[in-house]
């Protein structure tokens, strides 16, 4: 059974950090992805990975501030962030596909999903 379990939200103040964990099982994958929720707006991408490469794209509105990375052995892929701000505020989801070339930035383009994992910042 493919699974991709998050791991690491919570409530932190503004110009805080916190890095989330997504951890796969069940395969292997080439491209990972953040994407993240808030109440009434639609799932927006937030940083990609390409495994092929080791491509990364983050969103503007995180780049400087985020970093994803992989750790192999672990199957597990994580998103550094850091100076955080209240409009981070939002569910964050873990995305995961097979072999593709560069990275991927639509939702659409990812097969597998995690369950998502809060992340508050109080201003």
């Known amino acids: 059974q493919v699974q991709l379990v998050e791991s690491g939200g919570g409530l932190v103040q503004a110009g805080g950090s916190l890095r989330l964990s997504c951890a796969a099982s069940?395969?292997?994958?080439?491209?990972y992805a953040w994407f993240r929720q808030a109440p009434g707006k639609e799932r927006e991408f937030v940083a990609a990975?390409?495994?092929?490469?080791?491509?990364?794209n983050y969103a503007d509105s995180v780049k400087g501030r985020s970093t994803i990375s992989r750790d192999n052995a672990k199957n597990t892929v994580y998103l550094q962030m850091n100076s955080l701000k209240s409009e981070d505020t939002a569910v964050y989801f873990c995305?995961?596909?097979?072999?593709?070339?560069?990275?991927?930035?639509?939702?659409?383009?990812?097969?597998?999903w995690g369950q998502g994992t809060q992340v508050t910042v109080s201003s």
């Open positions: 990975l390409s495994l092929i490469g080791e491509n990364t």
């Open positions: 069940g395969r292997t994958f080439s491209n």
């Open positions: 995305a995961a596909r097979g072999l593709a070339w560069g990275t991927k930035v639509d939702p659409a383009d990812y097969t597998y």
